[in-house]
């Protein structure tokens, strides 16, 4: 069966962090989207279907938080991993309040962490969508991968 590599969605509004997440994920077999803002963000969840988001924290306007709560209610399947610099008990726990379903704090080697993060909800989200297909009655193999 022909895979088709996953996608990535990247959202930092710092343009290393951005270049950081293209380069490391791409050299992993992803194919990654980044975008600067959380608006923009919200909108390719929807024209670019990726396998799972990526977001930082802080940003100005909606913050990775923000981005979260609203993704969650227009794309619930879609695995989100909130990234920050700050990576404090509290925030990591309003993150998964929010309906992250994982946090990921940026401190060295937080690209090798936040892979292996990325890799483990995403395998969390193809066995929930192999489930409801199975409860509909369809078999697993004709799932779209």
Same mark, same amino acid.
């Given at each position: 069966?022909? @895979? ?14 951005? @270049?950081? =997440? ?7 077999? =992803?194919? /990654? ?24 924290? !802080? ?5 990775? %938080? ?10 619930? !399947?879609?695995?989100?991993? $909130?990234?920050?610099?700050?990576? !404090? ?10 309906? #992250?379903? #994982?946090?990921?704090? @940026? *401190?060295?080697?937080? %690209? $090798? !962490?936040?892979?292996? $993060? /990325? ?9 929930? &969508?192999?489930? @409801?297909?199975? *409860?509909?009655? &369809? ?7």
């Amino acid at each position: 069966m022909f @895979k088709m590599r996953q996608t990535l969605l990247c959202v930092d509004d710092d343009s290393f962090f951005r @270049k950081l =997440y293209s380069m490391y994920f791409e050299s992993h077999g =992803y194919h /990654v989207i980044t975008m600067d803002n959380a608006q923009d963000a919200l909108q390719a969840l929807h024209t670019q279907c990726p396998d799972a988001l990526v977001t930082d924290w !802080d940003m100005p306007g909606m913050n990775g %938080l923000e981005l979260v709560a609203r993704a969650t209610l227009t794309a619930p !399947d879609i695995p989100l991993v $909130v990234c920050s610099a700050c990576g !404090d008990m509290e925030l990591a726990a309003q993150s998964l309040l929010q309906g #992250a379903w #994982a946090f990921v704090p @940026k *401190e060295s080697p937080f %690209l $090798v !962490d936040l892979e292996r $993060v /990325v890799r483990k909800v995403m395998v969390r989200s193809r066995t929930r &969508r192999e489930a @409801k297909w199975a *409860e509909a009655g &369809r078999p697993a193999h004709q799932m779209a991968t």
